[in-house]
Protein backbone atom coordinates (compact mmCIF):
# COMPACT_ATOMS: atom_id res chain seq x y z
CA UNK A 1 0.00 0.00 0.00
CA UNK A 2 1.41 3.43 -0.73
CA UNK A 3 0.80 6.95 0.55
CA UNK A 4 -2.21 7.53 -1.55
CA UNK A 5 -4.69 5.52 0.36
CA UNK A 6 -5.46 2.81 2.61
CA UNK A 7 -5.78 -1.21 2.51
CA UNK A 8 -8.38 -3.48 3.80
CA UNK A 9 -8.04 -7.39 3.99
CA UNK A 10 -10.64 -9.59 5.56
CA UNK A 11 -12.14 -6.71 7.20
CA UNK A 12 -15.29 -4.53 7.34
CA UNK A 13 -15.04 -0.76 6.73
CA UNK A 14 -17.22 1.68 5.99
CA UNK A 15 -16.90 5.26 5.27
CA UNK A 16 -19.11 7.45 6.31
CA UNK A 17 -20.33 11.52 7.37
CA UNK A 18 -19.29 11.94 11.44
CA UNK A 19 -22.33 10.87 14.27
CA UNK A 20 -23.09 11.30 17.56
CA UNK A 21 -21.87 7.53 18.12
CA UNK A 22 -20.33 4.88 16.20
CA UNK A 23 -21.86 4.37 12.48
CA UNK A 24 -21.61 1.29 10.46
CA UNK A 25 -19.84 -2.08 11.54
CA UNK A 26 -18.58 -0.52 14.28
CA UNK A 27 -22.11 0.40 16.03
CA UNK A 28 -23.22 -3.46 15.81
CA UNK A 29 -24.32 -5.12 19.10
CA UNK A 30 -22.72 -4.37 21.00
CA UNK A 31 -21.48 -1.00 20.11
CA UNK A 32 -17.93 0.42 20.18
CA UNK A 33 -17.28 2.83 22.99
CA UNK A 34 -13.87 2.89 23.98
CA UNK A 35 -13.40 4.32 27.31
CA UNK A 36 -16.97 4.59 28.52
CA UNK A 37 -17.43 6.69 31.04
CA UNK A 38 -14.12 6.53 32.25
CA UNK A 39 -12.44 10.01 33.46
CA UNK A 40 -10.56 12.15 30.96
CA UNK A 41 -6.60 11.88 30.96
CA UNK A 42 -4.34 14.29 29.46
CA UNK A 43 -1.12 13.21 28.21
CA UNK A 44 1.45 15.78 27.13
CA UNK A 45 4.43 13.62 25.94
CA UNK A 46 5.05 10.61 23.92
CA UNK A 47 5.88 8.80 27.40
CA UNK A 48 3.12 9.97 28.96
CA UNK A 49 0.98 8.31 25.95
CA UNK A 50 2.54 5.28 25.67
CA UNK A 51 2.15 4.97 29.45
CA UNK A 52 -1.55 5.53 29.21
CA UNK A 53 -2.17 3.31 26.32
CA UNK A 54 -0.55 0.63 26.83
CA UNK A 55 -0.98 0.58 30.77
CA UNK A 56 1.98 0.44 31.56
CA UNK A 57 1.08 1.40 34.99
CA UNK A 58 -0.64 -1.62 35.99
CA UNK A 59 1.64 -4.38 37.39
CA UNK A 60 -1.53 -7.28 36.43
CA UNK A 61 -1.33 -7.40 32.69
CA UNK A 62 -4.64 -9.31 33.29
CA UNK A 63 -6.09 -5.62 34.36
CA UNK A 64 -4.73 -3.97 31.19
CA UNK A 65 -7.16 -4.56 28.64
CA UNK A 66 -10.37 -4.95 31.16
CA UNK A 67 -9.45 -0.99 32.80
CA UNK A 68 -11.52 1.38 30.10
CA UNK A 69 -9.13 4.49 29.55
CA UNK A 70 -9.81 7.97 27.48
CA UNK A 71 -6.76 9.26 26.68
CA UNK A 72 -6.70 13.15 25.22
CA UNK A 73 -3.89 14.93 23.74
CA UNK A 74 -3.15 18.50 25.27
CA UNK A 75 -0.75 19.34 22.05
CA UNK A 76 0.47 17.71 19.30
CA UNK A 77 2.95 14.87 20.57
CA UNK A 78 6.59 13.75 18.24
CA UNK A 79 6.61 9.57 18.36
CA UNK A 80 10.20 9.78 17.51
CA UNK A 81 10.70 10.47 21.25
CA UNK A 82 10.14 6.71 21.91
CA UNK A 83 12.45 5.64 19.37
CA UNK A 84 10.92 2.22 19.16
CA UNK A 85 10.16 1.45 15.27
CA UNK A 86 12.27 1.07 12.45
CA UNK A 87 14.95 3.63 11.58
CA UNK A 88 14.57 4.91 7.82
CA UNK A 89 18.08 6.32 6.14
CA UNK A 90 16.48 9.80 6.58
CA UNK A 91 13.73 9.68 9.36
CA UNK A 92 16.06 7.80 11.86
CA UNK A 93 13.60 8.17 14.13
CA UNK A 94 10.04 6.96 14.97
CA UNK A 95 8.02 5.55 17.36
CA UNK A 96 4.80 2.90 17.60
CA UNK A 97 1.97 2.92 20.59
CA UNK A 98 -0.22 -0.35 21.52
CA UNK A 99 -3.44 0.49 23.01
CA UNK A 100 -4.91 -1.79 24.87
CA UNK A 101 -8.86 -2.85 24.76
CA UNK A 102 -11.22 -0.47 25.98
CA UNK A 103 -9.61 2.61 24.98
CA UNK A 104 -10.90 6.23 23.98
CA UNK A 105 -7.87 8.24 22.46
CA UNK A 106 -8.62 11.98 21.02
CA UNK A 107 -7.56 15.05 20.27
CA UNK A 108 -8.35 18.43 22.22
CA UNK A 109 -10.94 20.58 20.85
CA UNK A 110 -9.83 21.57 17.62
CA UNK A 111 -7.69 18.17 16.97
CA UNK A 112 -3.74 17.93 17.49
CA UNK A 113 -1.43 16.31 15.64
CA UNK A 114 0.52 12.69 16.47
CA UNK A 115 3.75 12.74 14.43
CA UNK A 116 6.53 10.22 13.33
CA UNK A 117 4.80 7.35 14.83
CA UNK A 118 2.29 4.66 14.19
CA UNK A 119 -0.73 3.84 16.15
CA UNK A 120 -1.04 -0.32 16.45
CA UNK A 121 -4.17 -2.26 17.89
CA UNK A 122 -3.31 -5.69 18.15
CA UNK A 123 -5.82 -7.87 18.78
CA UNK A 124 -7.49 -5.22 20.61
CA UNK A 125 -11.37 -4.51 21.40
CA UNK A 126 -13.27 -1.76 21.39
CA UNK A 127 -10.68 1.15 20.52
CA UNK A 128 -12.17 4.66 19.30
CA UNK A 129 -9.76 7.25 17.80
CA UNK A 130 -10.90 10.79 16.86
CA UNK A 131 -9.89 14.08 16.36
CA UNK A 132 -6.56 13.64 15.74
CA UNK A 133 -3.87 14.55 12.49
CA UNK A 134 -0.85 12.20 11.68
CA UNK A 135 2.18 13.78 10.10
CA UNK A 136 5.69 13.24 9.00
CA UNK A 137 6.16 9.03 8.58
CA UNK A 138 7.62 9.71 4.98
CA UNK A 139 10.69 9.28 3.19
CA UNK A 140 11.52 8.93 -0.39
CA UNK A 141 11.99 5.08 -1.49
CA UNK A 142 14.55 4.57 -4.40
CA UNK A 143 13.12 1.21 -4.84
CA UNK A 144 9.70 2.49 -5.38
CA UNK A 145 7.91 -0.12 -3.73
CA UNK A 146 7.75 1.51 -0.01
CA UNK A 147 7.72 -1.71 2.13
CA UNK A 148 11.10 -2.45 3.92
CA UNK A 149 9.72 -0.04 6.89
CA UNK A 150 6.38 -0.89 7.16
CA UNK A 151 5.19 3.23 8.72
CA UNK A 152 1.23 3.17 9.01
CA UNK A 153 0.06 6.00 10.50
CA UNK A 154 -3.07 3.52 11.89
CA UNK A 155 -2.29 -0.30 11.76
CA UNK A 156 -5.46 -2.74 13.00
CA UNK A 157 -4.09 -6.40 12.88
CA UNK A 158 -4.29 -9.51 14.88
CA UNK A 159 -2.20 -10.79 17.89
CA UNK A 160 -1.67 -14.39 16.84
CA UNK A 161 -5.33 -15.90 16.05
CA UNK A 162 -7.09 -12.81 17.73
CA UNK A 163 -7.99 -10.35 15.51
CA UNK A 164 -8.72 -6.42 16.14
CA UNK A 165 -12.45 -5.91 16.79
CA UNK A 166 -14.90 -3.15 16.80
CA UNK A 167 -12.85 0.00 16.04
CA UNK A 168 -14.27 3.58 15.25
CA UNK A 169 -11.91 6.15 13.49
CA UNK A 170 -13.55 9.09 13.83
CA UNK A 171 -12.61 12.70 12.67
CA UNK A 172 -9.02 12.20 11.65
CA UNK A 173 -6.81 13.56 9.28
CA UNK A 174 -4.18 11.45 7.39
CA UNK A 175 -0.99 13.12 5.94
CA UNK A 176 1.52 11.80 3.38
CA UNK A 177 3.23 8.61 4.69
CA UNK A 178 5.15 5.76 3.65
CA UNK A 179 3.11 2.87 4.00
CA UNK A 180 -0.56 2.97 4.70
CA UNK A 181 -2.69 5.96 6.13
CA UNK A 182 -5.22 3.18 7.68
CA UNK A 183 -4.18 -0.35 7.37
CA UNK A 184 -7.12 -2.70 8.19
CA UNK A 185 -5.58 -6.48 8.19
CA UNK A 186 -5.39 -10.30 9.12
CA UNK A 187 -8.76 -10.99 9.78
CA UNK A 188 -9.70 -7.48 11.54
CA UNK A 189 -13.39 -6.88 11.79
CA UNK A 190 -16.42 -4.51 12.86
CA UNK A 191 -14.16 -1.49 11.88
CA UNK A 192 -15.83 1.49 10.55
CA UNK A 193 -13.64 4.82 9.41
CA UNK A 194 -15.86 8.26 9.24
CA UNK A 195 -15.85 11.21 8.33
CA UNK A 196 -12.13 11.31 7.94
CA UNK A 197 -9.60 13.06 5.33
CA UNK A 198 -6.97 10.85 3.25
CA UNK A 199 -4.27 13.27 1.23
CA UNK A 200 -2.18 12.23 -1.54
CA UNK A 201 1.04 13.28 -2.71
CA UNK A 202 -0.19 16.73 -4.11
CA UNK A 203 -2.13 19.02 -2.74
CA UNK A 204 -5.99 16.58 -3.12
CA UNK A 205 -7.55 15.81 -0.57
CA UNK A 206 -10.07 12.69 -0.05
CA UNK A 207 -13.11 12.40 2.47
Not at 14 to 40: K, M, N, Q, R
Not at 68 to 92: M, Q, V
Not at 117 to 134: C, D, P, Q, S, Y
Request: proline share 5%; glycine share 10%; with cysteine.
Amino acid sequence: MKCSGFRFAAASLICSLAHAGPVGFASLDPSTTGGGEAPVIIVRSALELQRELERLDLPDKKLRDATPRTIRLAGDIDLAELANSNPGKELKRSGIVYPRSNTTLEGPPGGATLRRGTIELKGAENVIIRNLRFRDLWEFDSSGEYDDLGWDYVRVTSAGKKPSRRVWIDHCDFGRVYDGQVDVVHGSDLVTVSHCIFQGEGPERHK
